[in-house]
């Protein structure tokens, strides 16, 4: 019985962290937020990207952010404030990873490598060769620690929400 509290404690953590992890492993969210902006927040907040605006840290496109809430929940009920916010950013490339990169549509357990060319390319982006060269980018940024490490992502700007749209 002595040990009951150190075990409970021990099953507590474990849940709190199974409930923080997102769909995307860390490491891998990291090095898309890396390729698409340095993980920072972009000024101005979104720029145009083969023909549309992409906004925010992960450079979302509105119509990912519409995909993305069908797993995802509201996400700020904006897309544009949304990607302003740090945690609805990665509620959002996690959402959209829900729909899409999933064993039924891949035909294995999603991968990093699925993650991120389906983030660059779009549901069917890890079939796509063009999404290759992205690919090569994250892989690049998880060799070299840079999804692991927080001093290459600015921490203490992701806590707290962007809020200068435009």
Not at 111 to 120: K, L, V
Not at 129 to 151: F, I
Request: glycine share 10%.
């Amino acid at each position: 019985m002595a040990n009951a509290p150190v075990i409970f404690l021990v099953a507590l953590a474990g849940c709190l962290a199974t409930v923080n992890a997102g769909y995307v492993p860390e490491a891998c969210m990291n090095c898309i937020c890396f390729v698409e902006s340095g993980c920072r927040m972009p000024d101005p907040l979104c720029q145009m990207d083969v023909g549309s605006l992409s906004c925010g840290p992960f450079q979302l496109k509105q119509a990912y952010w519409l995909d993305a809430r069908l797993k995802g929940g509201p996400l700020m009920n904006d897309w544009q404030t949304c990607s302003a916010s740090w945690t609805c950013s990665r509620d959002a490339v996690n959402g959209y990873m829900e729909r899409f990169a999933v064993p039924s549509r891949l035909g294995h357990s999603p991968t990093c490598e699925d993650f991120s060319r389906i983030h660059n390319g779009g549901p069917n982006g890890f079939k796509s060769a063009a999404t290759l060269k992205y690919w090569e980018r994250v892989k690049k940024c998880l060799g070299a620690g840079l999804g692991l490490y927080s001093h290459h992502i600015d921490l203490e700007q992701q806590s707290k929400n962007y809020t200068k749209l435009g």
